[in-house]
């Protein structure tokens, strides 16, 4: 039977293989993903097919980049004991649930996505007329409702992105959730429940059919969670029937806003390889403390004794992230009265992103070492992701009459 409801404490996220990591990813993604994979059940993946929708033309790189980005992964701290690690290709569910997704899916869902648009504009160079740029997104609501995950780290300004993998569940469950007999099997199934806990269940969903009463749904929902007497099809059907729809097929995954800390680039920008403003994880100590000591400052301090702006420099930023309270103060109450130079002012910055990223490079060295590890961390995980995915399609496929 699926997995869908043992995804309750399950998060999925992915990286498309650009190769090795610098202190944007370090700082944006990893560190928040290091944090998640100990308080949930994480599944982390290259999404090599999606780098195909942008350069299919040059497909070349992308096992190399898959790699690299691999051992950056493993050296910043994420831990294969505690994460499921893999790549999207080794799962060749996340194709069928992408086709068989396509054939319920709206075309202006896919048009309306706020960076379909955006991206055609960005990347104008490129012919991104195709059915694969189009479609990526639905490509990305599979990856996630694949392995019935409860939550996907986004930011603030992706949350709308997740918004279309919901409507997309919420579609395909109200298509194909609905069982014959679903009324009947539900009944069925509340007599497991115990007399009490059944009349409390059938009580809480009037309430929240009647009324729309959230606090009711969740006396319903924690009746039927906690009764170890239900198969995992029962207990599908009475959430199902407690609010209201079918049996829950595909799970909709909600939104675990991550706390990230945005590291410029050396110029102002977003960090970025393509920008040639990036610091490398793996980048060697002098030409990362010669990059940190040249790179741009508030453009009103022409001369030492111009007082400026920390929030007008790339600087500050850095300050924010690896400063202390005090060391903060002295930055900004020196910069804007002049009192410290430019130079001094990014020596602790330097000392610091050098302590964080020496473990950081000792460790990858040991992973590029050791290629061997590295596949078969790849292969295991590949096992455990794909046992998952295999549940919930014999699912999707009963559902749909493929079976």
Known sequence: MSSVTGGSNRVVSGMRPTGSMHLGHLHGALKNWIKLQYEYECFFFVADWHALTTDYENPMSIQASTREMVVDWLAAGINPASATIFVQSDIIEHAELHLLLSMITPLGWLERVPTYKDQQEKLKEKDLATYGFLGYPLLQSADVLIYGAKYVPVGEDQVAHLEMTREVARRFNHLYGREEDFDKKALRATRLLGQHNRAEYLEARRRYQEKGDAEALAIGQNIVSSCPRLTVA???????????????????????????????????????????????????????????????????????????????????????????????????????????????CKKPIIDAVLAELEPIRARARMHEEDEDAVRTILHEGRERARDVARETMDDVREAMGLE
């Open 234 to 344: 029962d207990t599908d059907r009475l959430l199902g029937y407690l609010e209201g729809v079918g049996r829950t097929i595909l799970v909709e995954p909600e939104p675990l806003l991550a706390p990230t800390s945005k590291v410029p680039g050396l110029d102002g920008q977003k960090m970025s390889k393509s920008y040639g403003n990036a610091i490398g994880l793996r980048e060697d100590p002098d030409t990362i403390a010669k990059k940190l000591r040249t790179m741009q400052t508030d453009p009103a301090r022409v001369r030492r004794t111009d007082p400026g702006d920390p929030a007008k420099c790339p600087v500050w930023d850095f300050h924010k992230i690896y400063s202390d309270e005090a060391t903060c103060r002295w930055v900004n109450e020196g910069c804007r009265s002049a009192g410290i130079g430019c130079v001094e």
